[in-house]
């Protein structure tokens, strides 16, 4: 594991074309085994949805995190894509063409990738603020021409299909949920792999050097327009797969697909995750579609505290979860990871409850100011109580003072001890 | 004829109340050379609290308090937020206004619901001012058109013929030189975003009772926003204002004129094919520019950023 993060985690060191084969097995391990672990109908939709939105996050972070390009409207790409492979889906379905269902996302990847060769062409030759804005003019456009446009994207309503109308694969009509579930696995192994082999190529690897100094790399006698073109083009490609997997789950798009919402969210995911790290938008995807999904069940305010939680990250840990994991390597490789723990747990459990706390003030507010007249009770953290009179709030005001005062008074041993266990042994060693 | 006239004030009100917002924006960019996406969030927030001081104690104190709260509060996200991500680079400061934008939105769906607010033209300015044609011109209108003009006025007076106005260019331009000169650059950088978003506070106190006060007022108008100070040239204050107007006028003339496409193309020699409904493109054939009002800004800011990219009235090494 530290051996391909080593080969991830630092983007200045160019070379290294050596692949380590680990990850890779334990993830397709993983994907394999994952269905029979959580076999509930949800669980397998939640994850359907989870590797949908990790091809799509690993598409942006070619463009953001190798590429240093920030784009507010790259829904479109993956909108695109899926459009396409729904329109395909039904030509299959009317003309009875043997096409596999399979191989549809491919579809929706050249589709992906045509559209981002011609808004590419445009937008790629400056990196900053007018990529960003001409991308941002560019998703605005097409989702108000999705509304417009109604023979493509079929107006308000969107376009449906059905995609056991194919051709049989081997016997498998995709009716069932499994099914589309090893199929998008499969599509997701495939396309995290060439984008993790896309960035050890030169053009990867210019990419970093374009994003890291445009002038320098031109001086070298490479065009940062045309690398920056191709990183777009492949993004593009990519996003139109992540498209044609959410045609094949969902049989519907709408412009709710191509919109700036969606964009937001992507972004949002990408950097939770973390765009130094290859790794970083798989981990995001993966914590935010649990947020969003289980959290959204507890409460109406999961949007909140998602954006509380992407300030927080912006603010203090730019490196994003990924950042985070990565910056514990040190540690282990000091062999001082022991030395963390007693720390950790003394600071963060009264952490976790100042959040907590916080978060039931804020849900406790919330219901005392919306909830319909009469309904005082409310119930939090499995307590049923009457949000209209004071005991529970001074309750929660006092655990939640105390668990602040607790997590202050221990930070400064935390960091001490940080600091002692990121310190190389005098020892030998290999630092 | 009439109606052009009609057209021309109401854009004239349109494009005067893109300016108040995008003056602070154009301003708060060539300080710190990034797009506060949460700007639109500002002006949502100054209508939010003009309603509720509204309620206690009357639409012109509103008018007066809301701004200062809203400028505090901005100046506050400078000081403990932007100034702490700026180490980070450029993108992660863009990404941060990103992040509070939303936040602020889903704080304003916390705290006033998803309804949107009884927040009205006070009685004193609930009348005709005139009428031409028939068409009657509230006076909300004319007193929309008077507060702009007099801050753009004020703003521009400020910044060209006083002091602090010229240290503030100065800041702009030569931060390191002025700081060097014994002025305190992060404190007026600090000011810059305070009024900046106070300005966009002003904006939504007048705006809210015309164009609603619900928590989606600020995506409504927020990336218009950008798109106005992309087109008028980054960092340009006259270009804000060129592209305020230009904006303002175009949308009101293409929602008030229903201009058919295909009317446009039979004009300059195309005819419309025979049977439209199985024609690819029959929805190209049947647009109006109703429908495409809203979009116009976008297409026309693509368009300028391809041709020219510094905008109208921009630097060209901006």
Request: hydrophobic share 55%.
């Amino acid at each position: 594991m530290s051996d391909t993060a080593k080969t991830t985690a630092s983007p200045q060191r160019a070379g290294a074309m050596s692949l380590t084969l680990g990850p890779w097995i334990v993830a397709a391990l993983l994907l394999l085994v994952l269905p029979f672990i959580f076999d509930n109908n949800s669980s397998i939709t939640i994850m359907n949805q989870m590797w949908i939105t990790v091809i799509f996050a690993l598409a942006y972070n070619m463009l953001l995190g190798q590429g240093g390009m920030l784009s507010f409207g790259h829904a479109v790409y993956m909108g695109m894509g899926g459009f396409l492979c729904m329109h395909v889906m039904n030509y299959v379905e009317d003309f009875g063409i043997a096409l596999p269902l399979p191989v549809l996302p491919l579809f929706g990847g050249l589709f992906g990738m045509g559209f981002a060769m011609l808004i590419g062409a445009i937008s790629t030759s400056g990196a900053g603020t007018r990529f960003a804005m001409i991308s941002l003019g560019v998703g605005e456009l097409v989702a108000a021409c999705s509304v417009i446009i109604v023979a493509f994207f079929g107006g308000e309503e969107g376009i449906s299909g059905d995609r056991t109308y194919g051709l049989p694969f081997f016997g498998i009509e995709f009716l069932k949920q499994i099914e589309v579930y090893y199929l998008i696995s499969f599509w997701l192994m495939l396309s995290a792999a060439l984008m993790y082999l896309f960035s050890r190529t030169p053009v990867g690897r210019m990419a970093n050097a374009v994003r890291d100094n445009p002038e320098r790399a031109q001086f070298l006698g490479y065009s940062s327009r045309w690398v920056r073109f191709y990183s777009f083009m492949a993004s593009g490609f990519f996003c139109g797969i992540a498209g044609g997997l959410f045609a094949i789950n969902y049989e519907i798009l709408t412009e709710e697909n191509l919109n700036t919402s969606s964009s937001g969210i992507i972004l949002l995911v990408t950097f939770l995750g973390g765009v130094g790290f290859f790794f970083g938008p798989i981990i995001g995807a993966i914590a935010f579609t649990l947020l969003q999904t289980v959290l959204s069940l507890k409460t109406e305010l999961w949007a909140f505290y998602a954006g509380a939680l992407f300030l927080a990250t912006v603010m203090y840990f730019p490196g994003g979860l990924a950042g985070l994991i990565m910056m514990h390597v040190p540690a282990f490789k000091f062999r001082n990871a022991g030395k963390l723990v007693m720390p950790y747990v003394k600071t963060l459990i009264p952490g976790l409850i100042t959040v907590l706390g916080i978060a039931a003030l804020v849900e406790m507010i919330f219901h005392y100011r919306h909830a319909s007249v009469g309904d005082d009770e409310m119930t939090i953290f499995w307590t049923t109580f009457d949000s209209h009179s004071v005991v529970p709030w001074v309750i929660v005001t006092v655990i939640t003072a105390i668990a602040s005062y607790i997590t202050k008074t221990t930070a400064p041993d935390l960091k001490e001890a940080w600091g002692d266990a990121n310190t190389p042994p005098t020892t030998g060693g290999d630092a | 004829m009439e109606l052009v006239l009609v057209n021309l004030i109401d854009g004239l009100v349109t494009g005067l109340l893109l300016f108040m917002l995008s003056a602070g924006l154009t301003l708060i960019f060539s300080m710190m050379g990034v797009l506060n996406f949460a700007h639109a969030s500002f002006y949502m927030l100054g209508a939010y609290f003009a309603f509720q001081i509204s309620l206690a104690l009357g639409f012109w104190m509103g008018l007066l308090i809301a701004p200062i709260i809203v400028g505090v509060l901005g100046a506050g996200v400078e000081r403990y937020g932007l100034r702490r991500v700026h180490q980070y680079g450029h993108v992660p400061e863009l990404i941060f206004t990103f992040g509070l934008a939303l936040l602020i939105e889903e704080l304003v769906q916390f705290l006033w619901g998803k309804n949107q607010m009884a927040y009205n033209i006070p009685d004193v300015l609930n009348f005709t001012a005139f009428a031409i044609a028939g068409n009657s011109i509230p006076a909300y209108k004319i007193f929309m058109i008077f507060i702009s003009v007099a801050i753009f006025i004020g703003l521009l007076y400020v910044l060209t013929r006083t002091r602090v106005g010229m240290i503030i260019q100065a800041a702009l331009n030569y931060p390191k030189t002025v700081e060097a000169l014994g002025h305190n650059v992060p404190l007026i950088f600090m000011g810059v975003f305070g009024v900046g978003t106070a300005l966009a506070g002003v904006a939504g106190v007048i705006a809210g009772p015309v164009l609603g006060t619900f928590p989606g007022m600020a995506f409504v108008l927020g990336s218009i926003v950008f798109v106005t100070i992309v087109i008028g040239g980054l960092g340009s204050l006259w270009g804000a204002l060129v592209a305020s107007l230009l904006i303002g006028w175009i949308t009101t003339f293409a929602k008030s004129y229903n201009l058919a496409m295909s009317d446009v193309l039979n004009a300059i020699g195309i005819a419309t094919p025979e049977n439209l409904a199985d024609n690819v493109f029959r929805d190209l054939w049947t647009v109006t520019s109703p429908q495409i009002a809203d979009i116009l800004p976008y297409i026309l800011m693509v368009l300028i950023l391809i041709f020219r990219p510094y905008g109208l009235l921009g630097n060209r090494d901006a």
